[in-house]
């Protein structure tokens, strides 16, 4: 199964740009992956994966301004993350909790990225807040641009707010409250929805009426679409159009993209109890990573030694990170008391 | 200095803010040409316009949500919610979100930000519009929790919290918005988050109270003055979160006892810390029990008057517990 | 201006049905009025008004199994209460604060109703929260049907809830939330939006991107439906096919009443801050009341004598009620400390 | 008497009064066919059928409010909250609702429903799967707030629970899920919901403390004793909303000195009121300040094992702090 790149904006990505975008997906499966062997091995104490999700991740970080934008995402986003400047240091530091962490200096669970200097805003662990958050940001945008303090082409400045959650999560209010607002004030703001089918153990069909969640988009005034989730290039192409919008003055978009969690919930779940072993194995076979890889192999972009080189690269990124993580010290156990109150600032 | 509300005292202080700092804007229900149903922002509209004073959708929790994103992009929002009663929507996104942003990030991603809310009884609004909801968020930290009783503090102190770095909950007794009247100094001043005030100086008890109820202290206090024999101290607490622990010691060293005054409903309310704190720190400075006189322990205030009445501290109760405890 | 009643359910409806419509409306329009006359006189403190929404209200009241289908009304519902079966003594009673009134010994602020008698569920103010809990009642009366405790046939028991609230309570997450179970859950369930275009000052286009909240639905599973809801007749039919719907394993509907709220918001607004005086004369044009009073005069059901009749009765009850409730006493100080917890039950 | 964990305790409640009354359902996230992410509904969805072992959209705020509106049509709901950190959402359906309908219907609504949810620290859970909540809800007239510690309390309060006629929110200390095991009687009992449990009688120093903190001072009273000298009362709370007046005064009628055990955060915490209680009706009775050992006033219990551990209480800090107590 190849992915179409014949139409959209993904026609027109370079053969770096492509490379790219495999090597973040390959260095986001094979970080995963580490994570949980290591839990398998006892070395951490919890993982929560992004794995299946790669293609909708990087498909939509490519299509925003990496590091400028506002990105708020979700526990699974570690392409997502990855593709915009997380290094697997960061990761792996936050699996151990290790001092220095980037996120939190460790002091949320592993998977709660954050990173100021990237524009990657902290996440917490109850599902959709960010959503209402990420349209506050937006409106923040259009306010700065509006009264005049940034040039609204000033590509220097964030331009939107792009958001994750997963398809369950649209259950809560705080969504409905989030795309509202996106609605009413035709904000810059874009909500990606990894629908994986499943939210933990429930289906799609106990969180909701409807066949599609861009199908709520209607609801807002807002622009929804679907798209493959695991077609990298499918998502791209729908994530540009978002962003066009988003830059110019078109209001908000919902992006549904369909996809599949091949693993467990996370590593305190155990996946069996509410799906069939066929089904997982079904969608294995839709795999995002090695679609793109057959992909870019038909386009001659890639090859099998380039395929090795990278491998060996990712496995030596993983390798050095998790080894710097291990032998990193733990925070001190007063290190809880920091960071309570900011401190006041010159006015 | 001009004598004013305390309602136009807080109007005031916004719109200097506004003025000086373009990233301060006003969101809510009803704040933008309506002036606010009790008419905290009127004029503002007209004078900042829509982008700057904004007409929200009736749901609370995404007013402090798009706060909270507009605090991270470094903008200085001032959300109104419009009775303390509808706060509770907004919870999550206070207690999990804006408290806890600064530290979860480990001191990167700031929310500063101001929620601002009338609060409390006595104004015949029934179970839902006479709530007072400090004790829910003085358990927060990472939220500081103001409450002004005075004209001058109420400008001062929002002043201080549309300029703090951290989530600042304001919480305005609105009993007192046109009620209470004062002098508010001329020109550009500031009242510190932190410290409490002592709003009348007494060497028999101390009474601890803010809101509405520092008034009713002050005025309780000041009838049994007048009455002869019993000269209490009043404490008007100011800001909840962080509490000033060195004021409430200083006063109870000097007198050995000590009353606490809370609108609220009485187990867990505020002054529940406030005693824990004095039992503690404060023991051997004790001379008698600690007393609370609050709210009663039932769902909410009701709306008919008796019933109101009878939930409600006001100047007889307070003088009478004041009393009681003095003749301990 | 006259109503439309010669297709849909309205068409059976036979004159005694449309004498009681008739004067229903007409009862809560003097009772709201005498309400605002005792606001100005000092004599109450607050008054939330229905008028103007009459139509909608007693149009959705009369496709219900009055007394018997459980329902969860909005402050603006007198005449839906009224039609149930409160009374004019018992609204009096709730405005004068007076002991032993029905819907909460007056705890509650005025047009806070509730008649467990009636199966009407005591309200609160916060909006929106009805809803969630209005499909939890639609829950428990499928569970009840499929877990066999109840036939579904049994027109003595609840067989739907129906639940009101205002367009701009649809921004809640709360509103979310329950039309989401409702659609889910496929729950005999009825929601009526009414409609009236403010949010106190706040115009619909700063409530949500949509131009219906009828739209909404389609996020929902849920079937959507708008009527002019100063037709009581195009609001009867439409809700007869819903109360359809819900008896008959069919699953939920929105319902949007379009309306005009023609006093201010509440005794404590004031309406000239936000809109203008002709907005308003041009929709007292369009007054529930007297179209439907033009309609029956048309179709010879209502006289001038009969009209006559009625106004007078209709003053005489609204006299009555507000003498007693004058001449009541309050409740006691120490009521306020009743019914905090519901003692134990014989299992 | 079996010997079982505290989870099998409840679940063996939850299925007692599912085979009893058939109005009793359970929803709640994954409580179906996956039986709860910590297994407490393991096997219902089984037994019962889907049903009356709902899988609920991912919405705390409906799942209560849910539950609120079946047990008005007079359902005997059982709501699962996944951890108590995500209560939030709902916390206006709990407090404003559910809490307050018995007394706005002036006792003619009745809700009621039980709200289970497991709460607690020290399970590297970090900031979002350690929240304890209680402090919250017990400032809540018309809630009950029940927070067993053994297995046997557990299935008795929870069957109480099912069975009252209020609404009950059942908080579940899940760091003793498994650690904690206790014989169960065999056959139908209750445990009665408003009165506290002595843990172990001792004449020098009261402890107060519920949940996983009432097993931690009962170590940490056994082995001051074991080590001679300091012979400490534990009293299991159990019952947070009514609190037991009754039992922590004759408690500190014995010893004089009390000192309170909470895992949350320490300001405003429920401590605060247990303290305020005692130095009001207990003054006299008081030889030495009223201490609390308790989390630290920081938003929540971090990720990383050296900071949670420092903020989390342990059998050795409480040792320490009954001994400081002791020796006042
Ligand atoms: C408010 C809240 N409730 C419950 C949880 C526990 N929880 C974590 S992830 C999850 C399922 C999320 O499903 P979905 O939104 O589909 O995202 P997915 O994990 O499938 O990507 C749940 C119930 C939570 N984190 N927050
Ligand atoms: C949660 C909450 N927030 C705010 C209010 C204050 N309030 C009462 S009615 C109202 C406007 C309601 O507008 P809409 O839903 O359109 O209903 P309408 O009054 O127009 O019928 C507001 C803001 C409230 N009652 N509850
Ligand atoms: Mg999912
Ligand atoms: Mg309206």
Redesign the interface.
């Given at each position: 199964m190849t992915l179409n790149r014949t139409a959209g904006s993904s026609a027109q990505l370079g053969e770096a740009a492509l490379l790219e975008m495999y090597t973040t997906m390959l260095l986001s499966r094979r970080l995963d992956e580490r994570a949980w062997a290591l839990h398998r091995q006892g070395k951490i104490?919890?993982h929560i994966s992004g794995m299946g999700h790669e293609a909708a991740q990087v498909g939509a970080a490519f299509a925003l301004n990496r590091g400028v934008d506002?990105v708020h995402p979700y526990y699974r986003d570690l392409a997502l993350v990855l593709a915009i400047g997380v290094t697997p240091m960061d990761f792996m530091f936050s699996l151990f909790?290790?001092?220095g962490?980037l996120?939190?200096?460790?002091?949320?669970?592993p998977s709660?990225f954050?990173a100021?200097h990237l524009n990657i805003?902290?996440g917490?662990?109850?599902?959709a807040?960010q959503v209402?958050?990420?349209?506050?940001?937006?409106?923040?945008?259009k306010?700065?641009q509006?009264?005049g303090?940034v040039d609204p082409n000033d590509a220097t400045q964030?331009r939107l707010?792009f958001t994750c959650l997963g398809e369950?999560?649209t259950?809560?209010?705080?969504?409905?409250?989030?795309m509202?607002?996106?609605?009413?004030h035709?904000l810059p703001f874009i909500c990606m929805v990894q629908n994986n089918l499943y939210?933990?153990?429930?289906k799609m069909?106990?969180?909701?009426?409807?066949a599609n969640v861009a199908?709520?988009a209607?609801?807002?005034?807002?622009h929804g679409v679907w798209v493959d989730g695991n077609d990298i290039f499918a998502v791209y192409d729908v994530m540009r159009e978002a962003v066009d919008r988003a830059y110019n003055g078109g209001g908000a978009t919902l992006v549904e993209a369909k996809t599949y969690r091949p693993v467990p919930h996370s590593s305190?779940?155990d996946d069996r109890?509410?799906r069939t072993r066929e089904e997982v194995e079904e969608w294995k076979k839709k795999d995002p990573l090695i679609r793109m890889q057959t992909t870019l192999l038909n386009e001659g972009i890639l090859t099998k030694d380039l395929i090795n080189e990278y491998e060996n690269r990712a496995r030596a990124d993983v390798d050095h990170a998790q080894q710097a993580a291990e032998n990193a010290p733990?925070?001190?156990?007063?290190?809880?008391?920091?960071?309570?109150?900011?401190?006041?600032?010159e006015? | 200095m001009a004598v004013m509300t305390l309602i136009d005292a807080l109007r005031q202080g916004m719109d200097e803010e506004m003025a000086r700092d373009p990233r301060v804007f006003i969101t809510g229900e009803d704040v933008g040409p309506r002036g606010g149903v009790f008419r905290a922002t009127q004029g503002l509209h007209e004078k900042y316009g829509s982008a700057r004073v904004v007409d929200s959708p009736l749901a609370e929790l995404s007013i402090v949500a798009i706060g909270i994103g507009a605090a991270l992009a470094d903008l200085r929002p001032i959300c109104e919610i419009q009775f303390a009663d509808f706060i509770h929507p907004a919870f999550n996104q206070i207690v999990n979100e804006a408290a806890k942003f600064y530290y979860r990030s480990n001191g990167t991603w700031r929310v500063p930000m101001v929620i601002r809310t009338p609060y409390g009884g006595g104004i015949s609004g029934g179970l839902y519009h006479s709530q007072s909801i400090e004790a829910f968020f003085t358990h927060v930290p990472g939220l500081k929790v103001v409450v002004p009783s005075t004209p001058k503090d109420a400008k001062g102190l929002l002043k201080s919290a549309v300029r703090d770095p951290n989530p600042v909950l304001f919480l305005e007794p609105k009993k007192g918005y046109r009620a209470i009247k004062g002098e508010v100094p001329d020109g550009e001043y500031t009242v510190p988050i932190g410290p409490a005030r002592t709003a009348r100086e007494g060497r028999d008890v101390s009474v601890f109270a803010y809101g509405m109820m520092a008034h009713y202290a002050t005025m309780a206090a000041e009838k049994l003055a007048r009455d002869g024999g019993i000269d209490a101290e009043v404490i008007d607490l100011r800001t909840l979160l962080p509490l000033d622990k060195t004021a409430i010691l200083a006063s109870v060293k000097k007198t050995g006892k000590a009353l606490i005054v809370y609108e609220d409903n009485r187990t867990m309310g505020y002054g529940a810390e406030v005693a824990a704190v004095l039992a503690d720190e404060g023991f051997e400075l004790l001379d008698a029990p600690i007393r609370r006189l609050t709210g009663l322990d039932v769902p909410a205030v009701p709306f008919s008057h008796p019933m109101q009445e009878h939930f409600m501290p006001n100047p007889e109760k307070i003088a009478a517990a004041i009393r009681e405890l003095a003749e301990y």
């Open positions: 104490a919890f506002y909790g290790k001092k962490e996120s939190s200096g460790a002091r949320q669970m709660h954050g100021k805003i902290s917490s662990s109850p599902v807040t209402p958050q990420a349209a506050g940001l937006a409106f923040a945008i306010y700065r509006q009264s303090l964030p707010a369950g999560s259950s809560q209010g705080e969504w409905h409250e989030g509202n607002w996106a609605g009413v035709k939210a933990i153990s429930v069909d106990s969180q909701m009426g409807v199908d709520r209607s609801a807002y005034g807002v305190d779940d109890s509410y733990y925070p001190e156990a007063l290190d809880v008391l920091g960071a309570v109150y900011a401190p006041a600032e006015v | -």
